[in-house]
Nanobody, 125 residues
């Protein structure tokens, strides 16, 4: 059974940074594409970033390019997202997902079992 567990959310001032982590078990992690989505209250979940299993393909949503960086450590079954220059309008709940689309223009979403529970990021002014 796959388990996906995010951590690292919290409260930060505008312009600040956070690093999210996501540990995956029950999968052959080093063969899984990985990604991050986020969701604001009352809004649809949106693509933030994705990385292929090899790390050779990385894509970001346009409004986080240059601010967020996705990375992975296959030895630790963990994917990370470094978030810099956070803005109050950055949506609040961040989800880690296994086997996501690698580009933001694909609307397909993986099944519920491949998502973490989410971690909350709050950016204050």
């Amino acid at each position: 059974q796959v388990q996906v567990a995010e951590s690292g959310g919290g409260l930060v001032q505008a312009g600040g940074s956070l690093r999210l982590s996501c540990e995956v078990s029950g999968r052959t992690f080093n063969r899984d594409d990985m990604g991050w989505y986020r969701q604001a209250p009352g809004k649809k979940r949106e693509f933030v970033a994705a990385m292929s299993w090899s790390g050779s393909i990385i894509n970001y949503h346009g409004n986080v390019k240059g601010r967020f960086t996705i990375s992975r450590d296959n030895a630790k079954n963990t994917v990370y997202m470094q978030m810099n220059n956070l803005r109050p309008e950055d949506p609040t709940i961040y989800f880690c997902v296994v086997d996501p689309p690698l580009t933001p223009d694909i609307s397909y979403l993986p099944g519920d079992e491949l998502w973490g529970q989410g971690t909350t990021v709050t950016v204050s002014t």
